[in-house]
């Protein structure tokens, strides 16, 4: 149940969907981007995420209330390896793939979710430090529509 937003319950329900799927094996899926220690492939969410609309006031014994939201969800891979930008490309493509396919097999995360869609991405590509190094980048959102229960 959850009232306010189900917002942490459904990032954490999505960071444990992704973990477990096999086509992410070695991918580092975490809530937030991590201060130290980021590997060359990593998911994690954004910042900024807003509601799509207001939500009404609840009070007891009132109607649900559903929210919805797009949630920014940022995949990256880094090629440090001398290989270049297409296959930083492909790689980055193929786990947004593993996202898409993930919330396609369940678009319901949680009882509250009613669906969980990607909505749309941004990509980003280029050189990195001394520009042996690739990097590609997809800023996606994951719009969300959920119930919640006064």
Not at 37 to 49: N, S
Not at 54 to 81: C, F, N, S, W
Not at 131 to 138: A, L, W
Request: proline share 6%.
């Amino acid at each position: 149940m959850s009232i306010g937003t189900t917002l942490p319950t459904v990032k954490r329900a999505l960071v444990d969907a992704l973990s477990a799927r096999p086509g992410l094996a070695g991918v580092q899926v975490v809530y937030e981007l991590p201060q130290r220690g980021l590997l060359t492939e990593a998911i994690w969410f954004g910042e900024d995420t807003e509601t799509e609309n207001t939500i009404p006031v609840m009070r007891a014994g009132t109607k649900k209330v559903d929210e919805t939201y797009a949630l920014p969800l940022v995949v990256q891979v880094l090629i440090t390896d001398g290989r270049d930008a297409e296959t930083a490309d492909q790689r980055a493509a193929t786990l947004l793939g593993q996202v898409q396919q993930c919330l396609a097999e369940n678009p319901r995360l949680t009882p509250e979710i009613q669906w969980a869609e990607l909505g749309g991405w941004s990509h980003r590509v280029g050189p990195i430090g001394d520009g042996s190094s690739r990097g590609s980048r997809f800023d996606a959102l994951v719009r969300v529509q959920a119930r919640l229960f006064p």
